[in-house]
């Protein structure tokens, strides 16, 4: 799951695309995006990831999958 999820977020990064705070912001359209949130919801159900609303379930599976694929502090998401 880590894998697919790191896999797709690369192909869709538009690099230079930050936030304020250094987090990178990736726009994955359809169908890409149905197997994103599919990916997160099987995510959440394994990690036992609970929120006030889905997306916060999501966002909670994410984060646990992104460190699971390297992508934390030192991502390659992230430019030097």
């Known amino acids: 799951m880590a894998e697919e999820t790191r896999r797709l977020l690369r192909l869709h990064l538009v690099p230079g695309e930050e936030a304020a705070d250094g987090t990178a912001l990736v726009d994955v359209p359809y169908p890409d995006a149905v ?35 390297g992508f934390d502090g030192e991502s ?4 030097s």
Do not use: H
């Open 35 to 69: 197997v994103v949130a599919a990916l997160l919801d099987v995510a959440a159900e394994c990690f036992g990831e609970r929120g006030d609303s889905v997306e916060e379930t999501r966002q909670a599976a994410l984060e646990t999958l992104l460190q699971l694929a």
């Open 76 to 79: 390659q998401l992230r430019p």
